[in-house]
């Protein structure tokens, strides 16, 4: 099960960090993704930790600004976002894969989604 938390609302130009939870596996057998879905759009791949722990975006517009990283005690992943921007906006889901694509249909077990909106 994944448990994703720590959304809310930020100014442009502000900073947020996701938390993706596991319980029952661990989570360095898997490679972790995030992605997110804007009002209207449909959910788009954001970027992804291999196992060995190498980020992989699908998403140019955060490449410079996101980055994933894992705390194998915590059995936690965590999407620092830095810069944000308006368009940025979106529920950002976490989930779980035998290896990093930007294919929502190769990931298997998915966190429920925190919203993150980007608003003066």
């Known amino acids: 099960q994944l448990q994703a938390s720590g959304g809310g609302l930020v100014q442009p130009g502000g900073s947020l960090r996701l938390s993706c939870a596991a319980s029952?596996?661990?989570?360095?057998?898997?490679?972790i993704g995030w992605f997110r879905q804007a009002p209207g759009k449909e959910r788009e791949g954001v970027l992804c930790i291999t196992k060995s722990n190498t980020n992989m975006y699908y998403a140019d517009s955060v490449k410079g600004r996101f980055t994933i990283s894992r705390d194998k005690s915590k059995n936690t992943a965590y999407l620092q976002m830095n810069s944000l921007k308006p368009e940025d906006t979106a529920v950002y889901y976490c989930a779980t894969g035998a290896y990093c694509s930007s294919s929502l249909t190769q990931y298997h077990d998915w966190g429920q989604g925190t919203q993150v909106t980007v608003s003066s």
């Open positions: 029952g596996f661990t989570f360095d057998d898997y490679a």
